[in-house]
């Protein structure tokens, strides 16, 4: 068997404290500032212009989407993804940092990470530990604005790293494909509700298996070990020698499986980007499973 050389998927504070004290940063290197908060609670934006890791950019996920999709965040057109990370100095040979600056030391940069990947660009990194332990460790910070030169991205989709509803609907019957969905326990459930949105009831695809994307990371914010990682998929009897499909609410937090999963060499988890969001409102009421009051969701 050939085993595949993976492009490093998490870089260290320290490494990328490094980079920029020695003049790395440029067309070759570029970091993103992923964070986004639910309406209402932080300011992504705002606190990106008031303090962000030097020569950062912010990556607006509201902008980097499908604005015409009824579902939540789903992914842009080829052109619109090219054209976005272009203007943001990203060429098909940068290596791109991604960090947000989530409490629990990393929520939508995975998902951003996924994105570089499913658009066929390969040298993408997530901070480990995320903006949280970049400050707690003391490293700069800076409110000045980046302005990189803008540079040509030209993105290819890579539809192995992708699922449709047409596809996972299909995969009910031939189960080609484990189905693992990353939210909390009782959003899978039906018990608690779907926060931030009315008219989505909580619960799962029918023979998903719930593994909540909080657990792989510790509390202190960083992504557990590859050892622990293989032990969270087999508790949960997932086999990560066979095909897998990751799902959440709107294929954010989805791509912490895939992350996970790749941090144990399997780089080839697809994510259904419509995910329940998309799925609790087009599939057949039998495919939906909920504990909820109404029994289905």
């Not at 209402?40 to 509201?62: C, L, M, N, W």
């Not at 015409?68 to 100095?89: I, Q, T």
């Amino acid at each position: 068997m050939v085993h595949q050389v993976l492009y490093r998927a998490l870089v260290s504070t320290k490494w990328l404290a490094e980079s920029i004290r020695s003049g790395k940063l440029g067309p070759s290197l570029r970091v993103l500032d992923a964070s986004w908060y639910s309406p209402g609670t932080r300011q992504a934006r705002k606190e990106y212009q008031e303090r962000h890791v030097p020569g950062a950019s912010f990556f607006d996920i509201e902008e980097c989407r499908d604005t015409a999709s009824p579902y939540e965040m789903m992914l842009p057109s080829e052109a619109h993804f090219g054209d976005y990370v272009g203007k943001l100095g990203i060429s098909n040979d940068t290596h791109v940092v991604v960090y947000d600056g989530d409490d629990l030391g990393s929520f939508y940069a995975p998902r951003v990470w996924w994105m570089f990947r499913v658009f066929g660009h390969r040298t993408v990194s997530v901070l480990n530990g995320g903006f949280r332990n970049w400050l707690k460790e003391g490293h700069p910070v800076t409110s000045e604005p980046s302005r990189p030169e803008p540079a040509v991205f030209k993105a290819t989709l890579d539809r192995s790293l992708l699922k449709t509803y047409e596809q996972v609907l299909e995969n009910l019957q031939s189960k080609r494909f484990q189905l693992v969905d990353s939210r909390a326990q009782g959003r899978y459930l039906g018990t608690e509700p779907e926060p931030d949105i009315v008219g989505l009831d909580s619960g799962h695809i029918r023979g998903s298996v719930n593994m909540p994307f909080m657990n792989f990371l510790t509390k202190d914010g960083f992504e557990k070990s590859p050892e622990e990682l293989r032990a969270i998929f087999q508790d949960k009897k997932v086999d990560l020698s066979q095909p897998l499909i990751a799902t959440c609410r709107k294929g954010v937090t989805a791509c912490h499986v895939a992350l996970a999963a790749y941090l144990c060499g399997k780089p080839d988890v697809a994510v259904y980007d419509g995910s329940w969001s998309e799925w609790f409102r087009r599939a057949p009421p039998e495919t939906r499973v909920s504990q909820g009051k109404s029994g289905k969701a």
